[in-house]
């Protein structure tokens, strides 16, 4: 897979942007606040996904415009392709010229993986970053999952409403058991895919930080279940929410919230045995971080037969010299695009080009 152009008309501060890309690697290079991190942002949105940044669509409009589009032009399932992209007052999408039903549709056909300083944060940080991920994940392999994950959210948010009701209104207490169920099922639904993906992930993750650690430390994944143990089938799983809805009804009650559920669960890394949360350096957590993105790239390779394009927001500064020829020696397959605000690091590299940004456009061009 190869982005071939990207262009940006009112995209952040990019008023008007063309990039013809190099098939290997991009170094998108230039002072603070130029614009760097909105190019790699732009090109992610083809992904169909949210942004990486946890921007709302509106606040990828240039300030003062109503309006936004971009277009890529890439090459992936063995043929030239294009796609484009519009904000106004929703955001709309179509792929070779046909207008799809939903942007989200476009990670059928493009599929990219963003490694930039908050996923540095996904070692140690909250479980919400760590099941961030794994949704974002899965929603850009799989719609299906997409689609679960909203009928989830919505029925926890009508389960919620109906707690806060209860306290004022005790003949509603018996309607818990029809939302319980309703919640157990969606919510099975979530955990067992989650669970399939944990498993093909850490299958790629070990190798990868063994390699990392010269073979010092072992890397290992698991799920934690804020039900407990669920086993691991679809109906073993929503039978285990089922009780656990029902155990906890008087404490959810009382909190006005569920307090069990697939929103309430966690991505455990382990490093050695230890949890990396608790006990991993800054260099292992480093070490980590990058080890589930490339996981996360070998398994859109392995579902897809695409190797993604991969991006790099401002990461490498972030690692020590070991660690980023280890990176970029992982990546060499990959058509990669890399921000940074000084780029002799990077001239090392073998192949590509390297793009100075000013005032959201691109300045000059020269070959690596």
Same mark, same amino acid.
């Given at each position: 897979?190869?982005?071939?152009?990207?262009?940006?008309?009112?995209?952040?501060?990019?008023?008007?942007?063309?990039?013809?890309?190099?098939?290997? !690697?991009?170094?998108?290079? %230039?002072?603070?606040?130029?614009?760097?991190?909105?190019?790699?942002?732009?090109?992610?949105?083809?992904?169909?996904?949210?942004?990486?940044?946890?921007?709302?669509?509106?606040?990828?409009?240039?300030?003062?415009?109503?309006?936004?589009?971009?277009?890529?032009?890439?090459?992936?399932?063995?043929?030239?392709?294009?796609?484009?992209?519009?904000? #106004?007052?929703?955001?709309?999408?179509?792929?070779?010229?046909?207008?799809?039903?939903?942007?989200?549709?476009?990670?059928?056909?493009?599929?990219?993986?963003?490694?930039?300083?908050?996923?540095?944060?996904?070692?140690?940080?909250?479980?919400?970053?760590?099941?961030?991920?794994?949704?974002?994940?899965?929603?850009?392999?799989?719609?299906?999952?997409?689609?679960?994950?909203?009928?989830?959210?919505?029925?926890?948010?009508?389960?919620?409403?109906?707690?806060?009701?209860?306290?004022?209104?005790?003949?509603?207490?018996?309607?818990?058991?029809?939302?319980?169920?309703?919640?157990?099922?969606?919510?099975?639904?979530?955990?067992?895919?989650?669970?399939?993906?944990?498993?093909?992930?850490?299958?790629?993750?070990?190798? !990868?930080?063994?390699?990392?650690?010269?073979?010092?430390?072992?890397?290992?994944?698991?799920?934690?279940?804020?039900?407990?143990?669920?086993?691991?089938?679809?109906?073993?799983?929503?039978?285990?929410?089922?009780?656990?809805?029902?155990?906890?009804?008087?404490?959810?009650? #009382?909190?006005?919230?569920?307090?069990? %559920?697939?929103?309430?669960?966690?991505?455990?890394?382990?490093?050695?045995?230890?949890?990396?949360?608790?006990?991993?350096?800054?260099?292992?957590?480093?070490?980590?971080?990058?080890?589930?993105?490339?996981?996360?790239?070998?398994?859109?390779?392995?579902?897809?037969?695409?190797?993604?394009?991969?991006?790099?927001?401002?990461?490498?500064?972030?690692?020590?010299?070991?660690?980023?020829?280890?990176?970029?020696?992982?990546?060499?397959?990959?058509?990669?695009?890399?921000?940074?605000?000084?780029?002799?690091?990077?001239?090392?590299?073998?192949?590509?080009?390297?793009?100075?940004?000013?005032?959201?456009?691109?300045?000059?061009?020269?070959?690596?």
């Amino acid at each position: 897979m190869r982005v071939q152009s990207l262009e940006a008309e009112n995209f952040r501060n990019l008023k008007e942007l063309f990039l013809e890309a190099d098939d290997q !690697v991009n170094v998108i290079c %230039g002072s603070n606040a130029q614009g760097k991190t909105n190019l790699i942002e732009c090109i992610w949105m083809f992904t169909g996904a949210r942004s990486f940044r946890g921007a709302r669509d509106q606040e990828l409009i240039r300030l003062g415009e109503k309006k936004m589009c971009a277009q890529l032009g890439f090459y992936a399932q063995d043929r030239e392709q294009n796609a484009t992209l519009s904000i #106004a007052e929703k955001k709309t999408a179509a792929l070779n010229g046909v207008t799809l039903r939903s942007p989200s549709e476009l990670s059928e056909s493009f599929s990219a993986v963003i490694f930039s300083p908050v996923h540095l944060d996904l070692i140690k940080g909250a479980p919400v970053l760590r099941r961030r991920f794994l949704d974002a994940a899965l929603c850009g392999l799989k719609p299906g999952y997409s689609a679960a994950l909203v009928r989830y959210n919505r029925a926890l948010r009508q389960r919620a409403a109906l707690l806060k009701d209860i306290p004022y209104h005790s003949e509603l207490y018996d309607m818990l058991d029809i939302w319980n169920d309703r919640l157990a099922s969606l919510g099975a639904a979530v955990i067992h895919t989650r669970l399939s993906y944990i498993r093909g992930l850490c299958e790629i993750c070990s190798p !990868v930080y063994l390699d990392i650690s010269s073979g010092r430390e072992q890397m290992e994944l698991s799920y934690v279940c804020s039900a407990g143990a669920v086993g691991q089938s679809r109906e073993e799983i929503r039978s285990a929410l089922l009780r656990a809805l029902q155990d906890t009804r008087r404490e959810d009650v #009382a909190l006005g919230s569920t307090s069990i %559920g697939p929103h309430r669960d966690d991505l455990e890394i382990r490093i050695s045995g230890m949890p990396a949360r608790t006990y991993a350096s800054q260099g292992q957590q480093r070490s980590a971080s990058f080890a589930l993105k490339l996981g996360e790239a070998g398994i859109i390779r392995r579902i897809t037969g695409e190797q993604p394009v991969m991006l790099l927001d401002d990461v490498l500064s972030e690692l020590d010299d070991t660690r980023q020829r280890y990176v970029l020696n992982r990546i060499e397959e990959s058509q990669v695009f890399i921000t940074c605000c000084d780029p002799s690091g990077l001239m090392r590299l073998s192949g590509g080009s390297s793009f100075r940004m000013e005032g959201g456009k691109i300045t000059d061009r020269q070959k690596i």
